[in-house]
């Protein structure tokens, strides 16, 4: 019958202990408790806005007054589209960068504007105007229509 008792103590003190130190009070007799917090948001509380990435505005469209006509691509001529798969894209700019504003299709004609840009990196791309829409293309993809 001792060990029982001494267990029902030691058990009951341990409550005790436990009860105390919830109520705050054990702390007042010397000992530490530690408080461990966790590194989720409270759900109540708002979450800070992810940062989002601002993407490099395109170069813009090149302006005709900026440009010299070029006489390889002579202004209002015709040009055949070839050398694609299907078609050709139509771009806001002479560069791959740009936006395709349409297509013109394999062997169709297209109206050379006269606006023609050379580039390094890139090469030759003319400004023409489709049935539905101008802008730019590679050079490489026209042939003179006649």
């Keep these: 019958m001792g060990i029982r008792a001494i267990v029902f103590c030691v058990a009951v003190a341990g409550l005790a202990f436990v009860a105390l130190s919830l109520a705050g009070i054990v702390s007042t007799w010397g000992f530490d408790w530690v408080t461990i917090e966790s590194e989720e948001p409270e759900p109540d509380s ?3 806005a992810a940062p989002t990435a601002t993407a490099e505005p395109l170069p813009e469209p090149v302006v005709a007054a900026e440009l010299e006509i070029d006489p390889r691509y002579p202004p209002d001529t015709q040009w055949r589209v070839f050398d694609v798969p299907s078609a050709l894209n139509v771009r806001a700019g002479p560069n791959t960068a740009h936006e395709v504003l349409g297509t013109a299709s394999l062997d169709s ?5 006269g606006q023609v840009v050379e580039s390094p990196t890139s090469g030759t791309w003319v400004q023409v105007r489709t049935n539905t829409v101008t802008g730019w293309v590679f050079a490489a993809y ?3 229509a006649g």
Excluded at 109 to 113: A, F, G, K, M
């Design 109 to 113: 004609t297209v109206t050379l504007t």
């Design 46 to 48: 708002t979450p800070e």
């Design 142 to 144: 026209l042939a003179p």
